[in-house]
């Protein structure tokens, strides 16, 4: 079946950039999210990007597309404490209905 | 718009009892999903909704797990006999159609004990 994976723990400091990778295996995937979730809380809706595009730029975020290695990465710009956080990339295939989430990678921003 | 809302946010329950989650969706959103997270882990598809339809179930939803959506608006979850392993995150989603974004509720958790 398909397949996401994320690295589990970034450290950075305060203002510095953070980049979250992620690898997926679904060929047919036609939507790729970002999903942020602060300890128990649901998930929050970052930003998506369809598979035709490769780059899509909103304020602080970036989300890059390299549709033929099947990356991902979101880049946040001007890191802050409250970006602390779970970030889930998540994919849908081309039938259209479930999301495939990667199992999170834990941001952690230090003053 | 209020978001996705879930009913109770935690539940605390012994083996071998039921329990039932309600998720009320965005207005006017037909598509409605359910997840299970489990602790360190991403979530995972259940089942889903359109209108008052199931119309896909994932193999992790066993036989003890059912859920509705009798008018099309709000969901409930129930779990029949809970195990142990049933301790998780459960999360509502929805959206207003087939390519739309998924918007997701707080979750409730539950503890099986």
């Known amino acids: 079946g398909e397949d996401v994976e994320q690295s589990l723990f970034l450290s950075v400091r305060e203002g510095d950039s953070s980049v979250i990778n992620c690898t997926y295996t679904?060929?047919?995937?036609?939507?790729l999210y970002w999903y942020k979730q602060e300890p128990g809380a649901g998930l929050q809706l970052l930003t998506y990007i369809f598979s035709n595009m490769d780059m899509k730029q909103d304020q602080r975020l970036t989300v890059l597309l390299n549709k033929k290695d099947k990356h991902l990465s979101l880049r946040i710009a001007d890191t802050q404490t409250g970006d602390s956080a779970i970030y889930f990339c998540?994919?849908?295939?081309?039938?259209?209905?479930?999301?495939?989430f990667g199992g999170g990678t834990r941001l952690m921003v230090k003053p | 718009d209020t978001g996705v809302s879930q009913n109770p946010r935690h539940k605390i329950t012994k083996r071998g009892q039921n329990v039932t989650f309600r998720c009320d969706p965005i207005s006017e959103h037909n598509r409605l999903y359910w997840y299970r997270q489990t602790l360190g882990q991403g979530p995972e598809f259940l089942t889903y909704f359109q209108n008052e339809a199931q119309l896909e179930k994932s193999r992790l939803l066993s036989d003890r797990f059912s859920a509705e959506r009798p008018k099309g608006s709000f969901s409930t979850l129930e779990i029949q006999r809970t195990e142990q392993g049933d301790s998780a995150m459960y999360l509502c989603?929805?959206?207003?159609?087939?390519?739309?974004?998924?918007?997701f509720g707080p979750g409730t958790r539950l503890l099986v004990l």
């Open positions: 679904d060929s047919s995937s036609t939507y």
């Open positions: 989603a929805s959206s207003k159609g087939l390519k739309e974004t998924q918007y």
């Open positions: 998540a994919e849908r295939g081309n039938a259209g209905n479930m999301l495939t």
